[in-house]
């Protein structure tokens, strides 16, 4: 099933975790174990959830490091449908496949 604009994982953590906790950015990256700016770029939209952050993730925040991916994934996809012309691009038949 196809989301509907589905949010960015640095969305999704300062409201699901970091506003109603009361937890700051700096807090969060000092559990993390990163820089403020890192973990800020991330809540800010500007930077997306890389592998390695998705482990820290999990063990800072809870669910799985997959459940951190695909959220991020998700995001791009949508975010790439509304902007990627497709208009020219053709399928390939393949004789062999």
Known sequence: MAMHNPPHPGAFIQEIYLVPNEISCRELALK??????????????TSGVSPEMALRLSKALGRSPESWLTMQ?????????????????????????
């Open 73 to 97: 994934d998700n995001f791009d996809l949508w975010q790439a449908k509304q902007t990627v012309d497709l208009k020219k691009v053709r399928k390939i038949e393949f004789r062999y496949a």
């Open 32 to 45: 993390l174990g990163v820089a403020a700016s890192t973990i800020s770029r991330v809540l800010n939209k």
